[in-house]
């Protein structure tokens, strides 16, 4: 069944091409996009459109690829809103308090676990993103990082493989002993389910060395490679992911210029995380300056019970643009296209011939009022695959 999304005031299908605007977004007005089996059949103009057996009229809002949600943390149990108002009354965030949730986590039955990650991917689909990342590191044993691998592969290709998030209570005194389960059993258990690998470089959770480690071991069994760094402080997360040839290095809050000239010289993606500052009021990270630098850089939201719970990428990039530098053309594209390239997906994050059907159509004439109307639910109807959801 083929259907034909026409009449869009304004088309960001973040290509190149005959009638695109130029710019990041390659934005066509006055179009028209054929979906059929579940891709992208056809984009152009309107009046040159083909016939299709559905069609529905955008009535010239605009329509936008679907977001690309490339970090997350979904499957988890418990609450840490206590934490988040401590935080605000002026308690300093420091990673350790992911050990609040793992307890939780590893209290709660998988069908908890799954009920609640039906509801955030709910959520998701409603706020527009339609290919998301979700990440383990909230059981941090062999059977626990295993089940929550496997529940988050229920609902995304895109697992990730955490067993590095922090050292839990019964490691406390033997942090490398910790690190020896994470790149052993715990990696061959989690490793069926998973796509990537990442570690929490970073003061309280692990080390250079022990990141590297585990980010090797999980390399050599075959995972793409993410690194959390630099989040907390100026530390050798970017180096490492750099040097190890990470898709994508995330947070990035404090970089010297050794980073940042380290990062543009990659294919290494810088993810930003606006959420994370706003919930934790750390800086906000610069990415006029990594823009500037030529570094691509991506949005995502972060969604965590702990320091970012927030699964709205519209509201990431209403942030990026107010508080980070970003004009709302680039906001717009790294919570799309880029955060396609930080999972090296050339299927999502981009409106053309062979992606696939992911659309969202906004109450709103263009993409700037989703940063221009922060907070405001613009989501008018949502595609995943060509099916309306």
């Not at 984009?43 to 299709?52: M, N």
């Not at 709205?312 to 717009?332: L, Q």
Request: charged share 25%; hydrophobic share 45%; with cysteine.
């Amino acid at each position: 069944m083929s259907l034909l999304v026409r009449n869009i005031g304004e088309l960001v299908t973040n290509e190149s091409g005959p009638g695109r605007e130029t710019g990041p977004l390659g934005i066509l007005r006055d179009a028209a996009v054929l979906v059929d089996g579940g891709r992208v059949a056809w984009v152009g103009k309107t009046a040159d459109s083909p016939d299709a057996d559905e069609a529905w009229d955008a009535a010239g809002q605009c329509v936008i690829p679907g977001f690309v949600d490339s970090h997350s943390h979904l499957v988890f149990g418990g609450d840490r809103a206590d934490e988040f108002a401590a935080r605000m009354a002026g308690r300093r965030y420091e990673a350790g308090g992911i050990r609040s949730t793992v307890a939780a986590t590893r209290a709660a039955l998988d069908d908890v676990l799954r009920a609640r990650l039906a509801g955030f991917v709910a959520e998701l689909h409603g706020q527009g993103t339609t290919t998301f990342e979700v990440k383990t590191g909230y059981g941090l044993t062999v059977d626990d990082e295993a089940r929550l691998a496997r529940l988050a592969a229920e609902v995304t290709d895109e697992v990730t493989f955490l067993g590095a998030h922090v050292v839990p209570e019964e490691y406390a005194d033997d942090a490398e002993g910790y690190v020896d389960l994470v790149c052993g059993p715990m990696l061959e258990a989690c490793a069926p389910h998973a796509r990537w690998v990442d570690a929490f470089c970073e003061r309280g959770a692990f080390t250079a060395e022990q990141s590297r480690r585990v980010l090797e071991a999980g390399a050599a069994r075959g995972l793409g490679v993410r690194v959390h760094g630099n989040q907390l402080g100026p530390g050798e997360g970017v180096r490492l992911a750099v040097e190890l040839g990470a898709a994508s290095v995330d947070h990035c809050t404090y970089l010297d210029d050794e980073d940042v000239a380290l990062l543009a010289a990659s294919d290494t993606v810088c993810t930003l995380l606006p959420g994370v500052e706003f919930s934790t009021r750390q800086p906000f990270p610069d990415a006029r300056r990594l823009l500037d630098a030529g570094v691509a850089v991506t949005l995502a939201s972060d969604c965590n019970p702990g320091s970012s719970f927030t699964s709205s990428m519209a509201f990431c990039i209403a942030v990026a643009v107010r508080e980070m530098g970003m004009t709302p053309a680039e906001a717009v594209w790294a919570a799309t296209a880029g955060g396609a390239r930080a999972l090296r997906r050339g299927d999502a994050g981009r409106v053309g011939v062979g992606a696939r059907a992911d659309l969202v159509l906004l109450r709103a004439p263009s993409h700037v009022h989703l940063a221009y109307r922060p907070g405001v639910p613009l989501v008018e109807r949502v595609w995943v695959r060509g099916q309306p959801v």
